[in-house]
C-alpha cells in the first residue's frame, strides 16, 4: 500500500473514532474511568440526547434573518408529500420567505451542476446524490455542516454519518432522503400461486428465479407466458439501479482502486451471470416489455393494480400504493447467490448550501429545521421513509408498523454504491445499460457485450479526491 493511502486510511480511521466517541463516549486503556472521562461521556451523552431541541434552535436561529429570501431546489423524490407544509411551518416561524422549487431530475440534471461549477449565485440549497458529492463536496462549491450539524450527526447510524462525510471530514451536504432498494410482493397473488406469503421468502436468487416461475401465468394455454409476475427498471437512463443490485448479489464488486484509479470490473465472470440472469428472465417473458423503456415511477402504477406479483423498488415507494394495495404487499430483501446475502442500492439524497449562497446561515437553519427529528420521524410515519435517527430505529413499536424496515435492515450491510467515483459516471452507466439491452434483444453476444462495457469504462477518468472519501476505502487493492 503506498504511502498516501496510509494516511488517507489513517485520517478516516480517526475520523471515524471521533464520530463513534459522540455515540459511546470513552474509556482507559485499563478500563476504568476517570473523573475526566466521566465529565466527558456526560457532555457527550448530553449532546447526543439534546436532538430534540434542535428544531426549536433552528428556528431562533432562523429569526434573526426574518424577511430573508432562500432559494432551494430540490427533486419530488426527496420532497415526497408533505415538504411544502414542512417549509411553509418554517417560514411562518421565522419569517424566512423560501422558494421551494420542487422540480424533476432532468431538470436537477442540468441546473445543479451547473451552479456547482460556475460558483454563480443560482440557489442557497441544492438536493445532491452521491456524484455530485465525490466532484463538489470538498471544494468551495459546497460549504462544512459539520459543526452546526454535530448534533444531528451524533444521532444517525454509522452508514448514515460516513455516506455524508467528504474529502478532509467536511460535510457538504446533510442526509434529508435516506432510501434502499427492496422487493415488493402481493400476498393475494403469491398465495393463488400456492405460496405462504408469511412464510420465509427466497434465500438465494435461484430460488428467486423459481418464485418468479411459479408467479408468472400462461393465461391462453399456447406454452408461452403472458403474464408476467416480475416488475424492475431496466431502461437506459435508471436501470443501472436494478443491474447494479444484481450484480451485487452474484457477489460481483463493480469496481477496484489500484494506486487511487479506479478499474471497472465488467467483463468478469460474475458480470456475465448477472447479464445472463437478466437474459433468461426477459426470453422467459417472465417481465414486462416495458422494463426496458419506464422508469420506476412509471412502473409502480403496473404492481399498484394488482396484476404483477412481486416488484423490485426504493422502499418508499409503498407510500404511494392505494390503501388496499399497501394491506396487501410484503417486502423482502433481494438475496444473493448464496444463502445469507442480501443485496441493494442506496438512493440516498441530501440537502447542502452552496459556497455562492448570499444566505448561508439562514440556509443553514433551513436545512437543520427540514432534518429535524421531528420532521423526519413524521417522514417516517407519514410517507414510508426508512429513519434517518437512531431513535427510530431503536423504537419496536414504529418499526413492528413498518414492515418493509425489516427488509432494509438485511440489505444494509450489502450495499452497493449507486454510483462510482468517475468523471460523469452518469453517462457511462447509461452506455451500459445501452449495451445490456442490445444484448437482450439479440443484437450482439454476451461476450461483445461484456467487452464493449469494459472497453466504454476504460475511457473514464477518476475524481482523484473523490478516492479519498472513507466509503470507498473497501475497494482499495
Request: aromatic share 12%.
Amino acid at each position: 500500500m503506498k504511502g498516501y493511502l496510509k494516511i488517507v486510511l489513517i485520517g478516516f480511521v480517526v475520523l471515524s473514532v471521533v464520530l463513534s466517541l459522540g455515540l459511546f463516549g470513552c474509556k482507559t486503556d485499563s478500563g476504568t474511568t476517570t473523573a475526566e472521562e466521566t465529565a466527558a461521556e456526560e457532555t457527550s451523552a448530553e449532546e447526543a440526547g439534546d436532538l430534540d431541541a434542535q428544531q426549536a434552535r433552528a428556528i431562533e436561529d432562523g429569526k434573526k434573518y426574518a424577511g430573508t429570501t432562500i432559494k432551494l431546489i430540490c427533486s419530488p423524490d426527496a420532497a415526497l408529500q408533505n415538504f411544502k407544509t414542512t417549509v411553509d411551518e418554517f417560514e411562518a416561524a421565522t419569517g424566512i420567505i423560501v422558494e421551494d422549487n420542487v422540480v424533476g431530475w432532468d431538470v436537477m440534471f442540468q441546473q445543479t451542476p451547473i451552479a456547482l461549477e460556475s460558483g454563480e449565485y443560482a440557489y442557497d440549497i441544492v438536493d445532491l446524490w452521491r456524484p455530485w458529492l465525490d466532484q463538489w463536496g470538498g471544494t468551495d462549491a459546497l460549504i462544512d455542516l459539520s459543526e452546526y450539524m454535530s448534533v444531528e450527526l451524533a444521532n444517525v447510524p454509522k452508514e448514515f454519518a460516513a455516506s455524508m462525510l467528504s474529502v478532509g471530514g467536511k460535510v457538504p451536504a446533510f442526509l434529508f432522503l435516506p432510501s434502499f432498494e427492496i422487493c415488493f410482493y402481493n400476498k393475494d397473488l403469491l398465495t393463488e400461486a400456492g405460496l405462504d406469503p408469511e412464510s420465509t421468502p427466497p434465500q438465494t436468487l435461484d430460488e428467486f428465479y423459481n418464485w418468479i416461475v411459479k408467479l408468472s401465468k400462461d393465461t391462453d394455454g399456447d406454452g408461452i407466458v403472458d403474464k408476467p409476475a416480475f416488475l424492475y427498471d431496466f431502461s437506459v437512463d435508471t436501470g443501472w439501479v436494478t443491474y447494479q443490485q444484481f450484480q451485487q448479489a452474484m457477489g460481483q464488486p463493480p469496481f477496484e482502486i489500484i494506486d487511487r484509479k479506479v478499474h471497472m470490473l465488467l467483463n468478469t465472470e460474475g458480470n456475465r451471470e448477472t447479464i445472463e440472469y437478466f437474459k433468461r428472465l426477459w426470453d422467459e417473458k417472465l417481465v414486462p416489455p416495458e422494463v426496458l423503456v419506464s422508469a420506476h415511477y412509471d412502473l409502480t402504477s403496473l404492481f399498484n393494480t394488482g396484476d404483477l406479483a412481486m416488484m423490485q423498488q426504493w422502499e418508499m415507494y409503498a407510500g404511494f400504493l392505494d390503501e388496499a394495495m399497501k394491506d396487501n404487499t410484503g417486502y423482502f430483501a433481494l438475496p444473493g447467490k448464496t444463502a445469507g446475502t442480501y443485496a441493494t442500492v442506496e438512493g440516498h439524497e441530501y440537502l447542502g448550501v452552496t459556497g455562492a449562497s448570499q444566505n448561508k446561515e439562514a440556509s443553514m437553519a433551513l436545512i437543520k429545521y427540514l432534518v429535524s427529528h421531528q420532521n423526519m420521524k413524521a417522514r417516517v410515519t407519514n410517507e414510508f421513509m426508512t429513519p434517518l435517527y437512531n431513535q427510530e430505529w431503536e423504537d419496536p413499536a414504529l418499526t413492528s408498523e413498518r414492515p418493509w424496515l425489516d427488509a432494509v435492515l438485511k440489505a444494509i450491510p450489502y450495499q452497493t454504491p449507486r454510483m462510482f467515483p468517475l468523471k460523469d459516471s452518469n453517462s457511462l452507466i447509461t452506455a451500459c445499460m445501452a449495451e445490456i439491452h442490445k444484448y437482450l434483444q439479440d443484437q450482439i453476444t454476451i461476450d461483445e457485450c461484456l467487452e464493449n462495457m469494459q472497453s466504454i469504462a476504460d475511457t473514464y477518468e477518476t475524481l482523484d479526491e473523490a478516492v479519498d472519501n472513507g466509503i470507498y476505502l473497501p475497494y482499495f487493492k
